[in-house]
């Protein structure tokens, strides 16, 4: 089974700043099925991106992905007040779906 | 709109025993997998079962093999997660999630049910 870990654990910005969450798989990630969510506290995750680098209906181009393989990247452009929150990774590729443990990006 | 509203959680003694429900609406219920997906306090996102759009498959997280069955009803826009033999680290908010027509990355998720084990 593939194993996702993300890093940093927290990342502290300020509003403005670039974010750059990582994420990477202890083996390769069939046909780039890796999607990331955003979730705030008392909420469920919303998805962002899927497919590593597609964004989902509704989400603002401030958010992209890229990456394959066992390498991939969530990339905030320029940090709103509503974007601070948990992100994690997940992957779908293969059997079991798994999530990444989560990137807290906090107001510094 | 796309809903799924989530019910049945509630306090229960170790060992005991749970079942979860999810209501879908505004979409074709019976064309997508389905999902569980749980989250301890205070801790990240953990897959806990996947059923296909017939039910002819069905897939668990090791925790949970032996103890929850994933199910649905087509005919009501319905799944469910029969929770037997729980523990503590049974105690989560669980959310159920809408799938794709072929993988299971998730679109749509209800607003979840706290489940709570302890005596």
């Known amino acids: 089974e593939i194993v996702l870990t993300q890093s940093p654990g927290t990342l502290s910005l300020s509003p403005g700043e670039r974010a750059t969450l990582s994420c990477r798989a202890s083996?390769?990630?069939?046909?780039?099925?890796l999607a990331w969510y955003q979730q705030k506290p008392g909420q469920a995750p919303r998805l962002l991106i899927y497919?590593?680098?597609s964004r989902a209906t509704g989400i603002p181009d401030r958010f992209s992905g890229s990456g394959s393989g066992t390498d991939f990247t969530l990339t905030i452009s320029r940090l709103e007040p509503e974007d601070f929150a948990v992100y994690y990774c997940?992957?779908?590729?293969?059997?079991?779906?798994?999530f990444g443990q989560g990137t807290k990006v906090e107001i510094k | 709109e796309v809903q799924l509203v989530e019910s049945g959680g509630g306090l229960v003694q170790p060992g005991g025993s749970l079942r979860l429900s999810c209501a879908a609406s505004?979409?074709?219920?019976?064309?997508?997998?389905m999902s569980w997906v749980r989250q301890a306090p205070g801790k990240g996102l953990e897959w806990v079962a996947n059923?296909?759009?017939?039910?002819?498959?069905?897939y668990y997280v090791d925790s949970v093999k032996g103890r929850f069955t994933i199910s649905r009803d087509n005919a009501k826009n319905s799944l469910y997660l029969q929770m037997n033999s729980l523990r503590a680290e049974d105690t989560a908010v669980y959310y159920c999630?809408?799938?794709?027509?072929?993988?299971?990355?998730?679109?749509?998720w209800g607003q979840g049910t706290l489940v709570t084990v302890s005596s």
């Open positions: 999630a809408r799938g794709g027509t072929t993988v299971t990355m998730y679109r749509y």
């Open positions: 505004g979409f074709t219920f019976s064309s997508y997998w």
């Open positions: 059923i296909k759009q017939d039910g002819s498959e069905k």
């Open positions: 083996q390769s990630v069939s046909s780039s099925y």
């Open positions: 497919g590593a680098s």
């Open positions: 997940q992957q779908y590729g293969s059997s079991p779906v798994a």
